[in-house]
């Protein structure tokens, strides 16, 4: 099987600007989770989606947001970005086959967003 | 904020060593533990994971301990090899559902 796959793997923008992340979960997985990931906070969790629903979020603005798509793909959004918002955007992957399966994350190689 | 940290941002090991690698999480409803490793370029990857009802659990050359008494977990790496060079997080699955990780450690390989 495939792995977790992000798109793109480097990103540079410029502040003020927004930005969409891909992510497309291991095959038969329905279950997708974001984290972001910086030296000072370590990896801080965004969001799950499951069967298109978000159903669980972190503490992060509204800025950030996301969805998830009939096939499982999942893509995230920020808008208005920030300098803070520079870090590895990391996407993790579940299957549905009770709770031990689920728990436990497949990740991507994260896409590198670098906010100028 | 996050409930989950590490006792030492950096770990030097020499090659063939035992490693021991500590992590205290605040949050007691947590039942389920999972250790990560990213190496360099690369996402987490899962290593050995442990429920709230065992104490320990072994895998290949890698064995789990939890101390619910005083919330702490461990990861012990025996016979260290270059190859474990990497930052080992520590996670755990909230009352809320949700997978909440430690700052991580780096682990060193001396010669």
């Known amino acids: 099987k495939a792995g977790v796959t992000q798109t793109p793997r480097y990103l540079i923008k410029t502040r003020g600007q927004q930005v969409t992340l891909s992510c497309s979960p291991i095959?038969?997985?329905?279950?997708v989770s974001w984290y972001q990931q910086t030296p000072g906070q370590g990896l801080q969790f965004l969001f799950e989606?499951?069967?298109?629903?978000?159903?669980n979020k972190g503490n992060f603005p509204g800025r950030f947001s996301g969805r998830q798509f009939s096939n499982s793909r999942s893509e995230m959004n920020v808008s208005t970005l920030e300098l803070g918002d520079s870090a590895l955007y990391l996407c993790?992957?579940?299957?549905?086959?009770?709770?031990?399966?689920?728990?436990?994350?497949?990740f991507g190689s994260g896409t590198q967003l670098s906010v100028l | 904020g996050e409930s989950v940290g590490l006792h030492l941002p950096t770990l030097s090991v020499q090659e063939g060593d035992n490693s021991i690698i500590n992590c205290a999480y605040s949050?007691?409803?947590?039942?389920?533990f999972i250790w990560y490793k990213q190496e360099s370029g690369k996402g987490p990857q899962f290593i050995i994971d442990?429920?709230?009802?065992?104490d320990k659990r072994q895998g290949q050359r890698v064995t789990v301990l939890l101390n619910k008494t005083v919330k702490h977990l461990s990861l012990q790496i025996a016979a260290t090899q270059p190859g474990d060079s990497a930052v080992y997080f520590c996670?755990?699955?909230?009352?809320?559902?949700?997978?909440?990780f430690g700052k991580g450690t780096r682990l060193h390989i001396l010669p």
């Open positions: 993790a992957s579940s299957s549905t086959g009770g709770d031990s399966e689920r728990e436990k994350l497949f």
């Open positions: 095959s038969g997985h329905r279950s």
């Open positions: 989606y499951f069967s298109e629903t978000q159903r």
């Open positions: 949050n007691s409803a947590s039942d389920y």
């Open positions: 442990i429920r709230s009802n065992m």
């Open positions: 996670a755990e699955n909230t009352w809320d559902d949700k997978i909440i």
